[in-house]
């Protein structure tokens, strides 16, 4: 519609729970599991745009996620969570690999593979992986 700051978004399949709108310069922005429907190789895609939006942006971007390589490929900091109705911030991570992050850069990183043993031994400890995975 013109006019009115909504765009139309033509996406296909899962991608379309994922793009619910782009304001035109958002301050922050808020993403609640945006890729968890997609396939594999369209996630991986969706991850690349975003940080290609960050990278030109640099804009503060809060994402949900339980997908650990997601959080540590994407973010600066990853906030654990406690368990249950009253959950709080458990733990604050720093994630301190270098940007811009590939996925192949990633993977020979011995930071990127001691900070996921840390999130999934955080997750396993407190019954969170066996929630997830569900």
């Known amino acids: 519609m013109e006019g009115d700051g909504q765009a139309d978004l033509s996406v296909h399949g899962g991608v379309s729970k994922a793009v619910y709108a782009y304001p035109a310069d958002p301050d922050v922005l808020l993403l609640d599991e945006p890729f968890g429907a997609l396939d594999a190789l369209t996630r991986g895609s969706m991850q690349d745009e975003l940080n290609r939006i960050w990278e030109t942006s640099r804009k503060t971007v809060i994402m949900i996620t339980h ?14 969570m406690s368990n249950g109705p009253r959950a709080t ?8 690999i270098p940007r811009p992050r590939t996925r192949e ?18 997750l396993i400890s407190t019954g969170h992986a066996h929630q997830t995975a569900a």
């Open 89 to 96: 911030i458990a733990e604050d991570v720093k994630i301190n």
């Open 105 to 122: 850069s990633m993977l020979e990183n011995p930071d990127y593979i001691a900070l996921r043993k840390r999130l999934v031994h955080y």
């Open 67 to 80: 997908d650990v390589d997601e959080a540590i490929f994407l973010s600066d900091r990853v906030l654990l």
